[in-house]
T-cell receptor
Framework: DGGITQSPKYLFRKEGQNVTLSCEQN?????MYWYRQDPGQGLRLIYY???????QKGDIAEGYSVSREKKESFPLTVTSAQKNPTAFYLC????????????FGDGTRLSIL | QKEVEQNSGPLSVPEGAIASLNCTYS??????FFWYRQYSGKSPELIMF????GDKEDGRFTAQLNKASQYVSLLIRDSQPSDSATYLC????????????FGTGTRLQVTL
């Protein structure tokens, strides 16, 4: 089945620790995205990538880093510089055209210990 | 002014009625518009998308777009309790084909 797989489903971060969230897609999509969702708020774009080995900052990139070494994979690292990391993190992918919708993985819930 | 605005709700409709969800956007260059449904604690699920003025129907769902008024809406006919969720409007950003701006969502409650 084609889809987007995020892991883990739940993640706990200790003070000063970096954590990495995994996102893999087998939809052959060119573009991939990371969003953060806080309670009662919409989705805010952290980073996006439209092609392998290239990525761009979104609206709230500070304290996060990404890589895009393979078309299928777009991991997100939440660094210790991100002081308020508790949120629901969503990975999405899409084709590159304006009319092609984004499809989402099941998300990762990150909490502080 | 927010880039994409939605009434947060809750919008309460009785079972079998039509639910009307509205969204306004500020970027006149936006070309494509998406509606996602999000159940509590779950990820967003695509319901419909539209990029031409007018109506687009898919089963019980109709998306309506008016670019002159910068307005997009989603109608849900014969509303069911299973339609109770938060509906997110998303608009592509002018000049960046695939980047979206999301509204904060409208919570819909379908009552028995």
């Amino acid at each position: 089945d084609g889809g987007i797989t995020q892991s883990p489903k739940y993640l706990f971060r200790k003070e000063g620790q970096n954590v990495t969230l995994s996102c893999e897609q087998n939809l052959n999509h060119d573009a991939m995205y990371w969003y953060r969702q806080d309670p009662g708020q919409g989705l805010r774009l952290i980073y996006y990538s439209q092609i392998v080995n290239d990525f761009q900052k979104g609206d709230i990139a500070e304290g996060y880093s990404v890589s895009r070494e393979k078309k299928e994979s777009f991991p997100l690292t939440v660094t210790s510089a991100q002081k308020n990391p508790t949120a629901f993190y969503l990975c999405a992918s899409s084709g590159a055209r304006f009319y092609q919708p984004q499809h989402f993985g099941d998300g990762t819930r990150l909490s502080i210990l | 002014q927010k880039e994409v605005e939605q009434n947060s709700g809750p919008l309460s409709v009785p079972e079998g009625a039509i639910a009307s969800l509205n969204c306004t956007y500020s970027d006149r260059g936006s070309q494509s518009f998406f509606w996602y449904r999000q159940y509590s604690g779950k990820s967003p699920e695509l319901i419909m998308f539209i990029y031409s003025n007018g109506d687009k129907e898919d089963g019980r769902f109709t998306a309506q777009l008016n670019k002159a008024s910068q307005y997009v809406s989603l109608l849900i006919r014969d509303s069911q309790p299973s339609d109770s969720a938060t509906y997110l409007c998303a608009v592509n950003r002018n000049g960046t084909a695939s980047k979206l701006t999301f509204g904060t969502g409208t919570r819909l409650q379908v009552t028995l």
